[in-house]
């Protein structure tokens, strides 16, 4: 199967700071991928979203860079808030049905 | 407004007993997924189905099985025959033209009793 991973699965930052996120993916065809934020007992929520002929993207307090060369991709979420803290997971598809996901990284902010 | 909605957000299950999760959509999106979710591992795919009466096995579709018989439903029963099930489970849908992301429901926490 497809191997989508986060280099890190905790990450700490000062609330106003700024985040990063990695994401690693392992298909070289996936052309399309997704960052989406998930809250503690409920569904995965869409951030941003990017397709392979685009290297960055950019969304309201939040970048996403593909980086094909070294299939990695980040997110990156401008004065992170409490309210940022939730688990972010990318998503990958070549299909655009069958999706990738990868594990999670959990974000906590403090205050 | 226009969502998913999986009901019931807990659900128990005793042994030897089928049990059925709802998902239904309004957002007239033509494909709809089931993934499961357990600590530490990514989303795993159990069924998805992209038109009226047509489904396909996902990658874990063993001891699940799906209906389509309207566009707005998609249920999962998760079957005796599936002897770990205790999992999260999530329903998505998706436009299929050109690639769209897959929005989700908010998942029923499924419990062995």
């Known amino acids: 199967g497809e191997s989508v991973g986060l280099h890190l699965p905790t990450l700490s930052v000062q609330e106003g700071d700024n985040s990063i996120i990695n994401c690693a993916y392992s298909n070289s065809a996936s052309d399309y991928f997704i960052w989406y934020k998930q809250e503690s007992g409920k569904g995965p929520q869409f951030i941003i979203d990017i397709r392979s002929n685009m290297d960055k993207r950019q969304g309201q307090r939040v970048t996403v860079l593909l980086n094909k060369t070294v299939k990695h991709l980040s997110l990156q979420i401008a004065a992170t808030q409490p309210g940022d803290s939730a688990v972010y997971f990318c998503?990958?598809?070549?299909?655009?049905?069958?999706?990738?996901f990868g594990t999670g990284t959990s974000l906590t902010v403090i205050p | 407004d226009g969502g998913i909605t999986q009901s019931p957000k807990y659900l128990f299950r005793k042994e030897g007993q089928n049990v059925t999760l709802s998902c239904e959509q309004n957002?007239?999106?033509?494909?709809m997924y089931w993934y499961r979710q357990d600590p530490g591992q990514g989303l795993r795919l159990i069924y998805y189905?992209?038109?009226?009466?047509?489904?396909q096995k996902g990658d874990i579709a063993e001891g699940y099985s799906v209906s389509r018989e309207k566009k707005e439903s998609f249920p999962l029963t998760v079957t005796s025959a599936q002897k770990n099930p205790t999992a999260f489970y999530l329903c998505?849908?998706?436009?299929?033209?050109?690639?769209?992301?897959?929005?989700f429901g908010d998942g029923t926490r499924l419990s062995i009793l």
């Open positions: 957002l007239n999106h033509d494909a």
């Open positions: 189905s992209q038109i009226v009466n047509d489904f």
């Open positions: 998503a990958e598809t070549m299909t655009g049905n069958q999706f990738y």
């Open positions: 998505a849908s998706s436009n299929l033209h050109g690639n769209q992301p897959q929005h």
